[in-house]
């Protein structure tokens, strides 16, 4: 779907003469920095890959078009089948062994992987199943963790980590519960904010970090609710156990509950991470439209500007996911399984481009809003800076852009419907200059990728010393730096950054 087209900006920005101009203003005020962008690792009835490795190897890594980076995984209650200790090469009662090879995958290609449990073994809950226990064969009892278990819950996660390293698996982070707000039929498990804060601040730290490397993720509420992550970070104690808060948003666009719980992670430190979300998941047997297409990138990019340093969606293979699953009855696209599906190239203008970037600060002459009709973001990674625009409406624009540094050149990457995908043509910048206008075609997705003019004083690079202060490092392509060397970005408290050779 990806194509080439060799086009002078003059033609790529031919706009009629009514177009109306939108004016976006980049400022070098910088937000968060974006850890990456992912999926779960199983199909749309909510089983894992097993041995089936070609979603994660379409979706996974620089050699991959889409680029993903996080994967997650459910560690899950329920004891194995027929698995067997000659299959993985370590034995475990519970059935863990079907996300291995994707996730051997994904470690593989440099991304990120973590777990997060359904619910802890039936043996340590109020119910004795893993079930949630919402069903009349559940007997309607609400399945919680028993008090005299929530000594047992970190070691159990120690078993999975354990089990993951033996498989040749290192597990980047765990969570502390899907949906603990939500009570259900299927594997679910109950906690009030009040719960989950005694079970971290008093037990989280028998997680082995030390060994394993491991970061500990919140519980990840249905909605995002922000009571349960500002409970955990307004304590002391567990604050120090969370390393990142999460949530789904079901029924909350971003810029309401999620926007509000970033506000003390950013204060504490601490990443945010949507983990899971279906967008359009109940179109029935048809594949989703480009409309819906582009509401699927305004909620990527809305996600951004709440905070979000990391989205992950839910399935990776639907046929409204990511890959294909083989079943003609959804559509042509959907019937060999296995292939790329347009909303893959959606997430691959973020995941390709955003990942490792630090977000800018951005005002412009049209309102923000949950599905606006216009959305814009700004990144900067490294000599790059980053504009994403989405135009739901029948109309072309244009966009000037005041850009917080003169820029030399740059590509345009275009998606306008679900066949004309990731387009990309070069913009023919004459001399250096920080205002650049370009085209927005109607109903379009676009990224705008300047290189920064290193002749510009926007970005300093002087050789010197490793200064003191709180400041944080990154590389050229934006990943963090605990021990920094060579030339870097450093980024100061106040915001500010400059291009550095530390010594």
């Known amino acids: 779907m990806k194509q080439r087209l060799i086009l002078s900006l003059a033609l790529a920005t031919v706009m009629s003469a009514n177009a109306a101009t939108v004016k976006v203003t980049v400022t070098d005020k910088r937000c968060q920095t974006i850890t990456g962008f ?12 097993a041995n089936d490795t070609q979603p994660a190897k379409l979706l996974y890594g620089a050699e991959s078009p889409i680029g993903l980076n996080i994967m997650r995984m459910e560690i ?18 519970y059935d863990w062994y079907g996300s291995v090879p994707s996730a051997k995958i994904v470690k593989q290609r ?27 064969d559940q007997g309607n009892q ?12 970190f070691p159990w996660l120690n078993s999975f980590l354990k089990y993951m390293k ?21 594997s679910g498990c109950l906690y009030t904010p009040q719960q989950q804060l005694n079970l971290v601040k008093n037990h989280a730290d028998a997680l082995d970090k030390a060994t394993y490397g491991v970061r500990l993720i919140s ?63 109940n179109i029935g047997d048809r594949l989703p439209n480009w409309h819906e297409q582009l509401l699927f990138a305004e909620e990527l990019n809305e996600c951004m500007l709440a905070g979000c340093t990391g989205y992950i969606y839910w399935y990776m293979r639907a046929h409204w996911a990511f890959v294909s699953t083989g079943e003609a009855k959804y559509g042509a696209e959907n019937k060999t399984k296995n292939k790329l599906l347009p909303r893959a190239y959606i997430i691959s203008h973020f995941a390709k481009h955003v990942t490792g970037s630090t977000r800018l600060d951005v005002t412009h002459n049209m309102t ?5 009709a216009f959305e814009t973001s700004a990144y900067i990674k490294g000599d790059s800076l980053i504009v994403m625009a989405i135009d739901t409406t029948k109309t072309a624009h244009e966009l000037q852009l005041t850009l917080p540094a003169n820029v030399r050149s740059g590509v345009h990457l275009l998606s306008t419907d679900n066949t004309s995908l990731c387009q990309e043509a070069p913009i023919t910048i004459s001399e250096p200059t920080n205002v650049v206008t370009v085209s927005m075609p109607a109903r379009s997705l676009s990224t705008y990728i300047f290189i920064i003019d290193n002749s510009s004083n926007a970005i300093e690079e ?42």
Request: glycine share 12%; with cysteine.
């Open 142 to 153: 609400r399945g919680q963790l028993r008090e005299d278990c929530y000594e047992k819950f």
């Open 462 to 503: 002087k050789t010197m010393a490793a200064p003191a202060g709180p400041k944080t490092y990154y590389d050229l392509h934006g990943r963090r730096l605990d021990n920094p060397r060579g030339i870097c970005i450093e980024r100061g408290a106040n915001g500010t950054s400059r291009k550095i050779c530390i010594e």
């Open 38 to 49: 992912g999926a779960a690792a199983c199909d749309g009835a909510m089983r894992p890959f």
């Open 368 to 372: 923000i809003k949950t599905e606006a």
């Open 219 to 281: 519980a990840e509420p249905l909605g995002f609710d922000p009571s349960y992550s500002n409970l955990l970070l307004n304590d002391s104690v567990a604050r120090k156990h969370i390393d990142i808060i999460a949530g789904h948003i079901y029924g909350h666009p971003p810029l309401v509950n999620m926007k509000n719980a970033a506000v003390l992670a950013e204060k504490y430190g601490k990443e945010v991470w949507m983990t899971e979300h279906s967008s359009t998941d």
């Open 166 to 186: 033996n498989c040749g698996v290192a597990v980047d982070a765990v969570s502390v519960q899907n949906e603990p707000d939500w009570w259900v039929s299927y």
């Open 110 to 136: 440099g991304g990120i992987v973590f777990g997060t449990p359904w619910s802890p073994p039936g043996e340590f809950k109020t119910n004795g199943t893993a079930q949630g226990g919402n069903a009349a």
């Open 76 to 93: 899950s209650p329920n004891m194995k089948g027929n698995i067997t200790a000659a299959d993985v090469g370590w034995d475990t009662p």
